[in-house]
């Protein structure tokens, strides 16, 4: 009888699949375009979305099996009368950056009219802790833009916890001075590794693996959300 038991068990497990994994998720009720991953290394998974409050202002609203962590998103833009939190603020995602067992999440605060601007967090010891860019302005990271400029930012390998930050920029000539700067995370700071920088061609600008798409953290974002606004 025992052992009709546990086959039963195992066969109610077999047929659940993946399914039984996602169920796990807390409910999405009032986050935008929300995405469910493992953030802290630990059994089952979280819900990550944006909230819009009173301002109105964005919210970045974790939400784990019996309590939810909140943070407001806050950049040099968010104070600007004209910022718009409902229609510019989302979640691109959860990034493998390291070889810590969890994930990192990976947010847009604003766009500009070719670049997007975004911020990184994780979860440690219970509040969502961000993990600034070094010499970007606000502690960002800028993504995409146009033939006159472009940045990127992208996983040396997954979980390497090594990160490009890089981009380039036309010189007033025929020629772009592309900007590329590796650097180690080590516990929530971003440690420069090397700096290079170089003067192409149009044609030879870009062509660093970290430069694909989609944009940002192509090769080590494994949940990328899916914008609806």
């Known amino acids: 009888m025992a052992v009709l038991l546990l086959l039963l068990l195992a066969l109610l497990g077999l047929l659940s699949g ?21 953030l802290d290394g630990k059994a089952g998974e979280e819900r990550i979305g944006i909230e819009i409050r009173r301002g ?10 019996n309590h939810s962590i909140a943070r407001r998103l806050v950049s040099d833009d968010t104070e600007n009368q004209a910022y718009d939190a409902e229609h510019q603020t989302f979640v691109n995602g959860l990034a493998a950056v390291d070889r810590s067992a969890g994930l990192a999440i990976v947010v847009t605060v604003h766009e500009g009219a070719s670049t997007a601007f975004g911020q990184l967090f994780r979860i440690e010891r219970g509040t969502l802790r961000r993990i600034p860019i070094p010499a970007m302005a606000g502690g ?11 940045n990127v930012i992208d996983c040396a390998r997954m979980r390497s916890g090594l990160i490009w930050v890089s981009g380039y920029g036309l010189d007033g000539g025929s020629h772009y001075i592309e900007e590329r700067t590796l650097y180690r995370l080590v516990a929530d700071r971003l440690v420069p590794v090397r700096h290079e920088s ?17 944009q940002p953290f192509p090769h080590c974002m494994v949940v990328r959300g899916e914008r609806t606004h």
């Open 18 to 38: 993946p399914d039984s994994h996602r169920a796990a998720c807390p409910p999405a009720s009032g986050l935008r375009d929300s995405v469910c991953g493992n």
């Open 198 to 214: 170089s003067r192409p061609v149009f044609a030879d600008a870009g062509r660093f693996r970290e430069f694909a798409e989609p």
């Open 56 to 65: 109105p202002t964005a919210w970045l609203v974790v939400r784990l099996a």
């Open 140 to 150: 960002e990271f800028a993504y995409e833009g146009s033939v006159g400029h472009f």
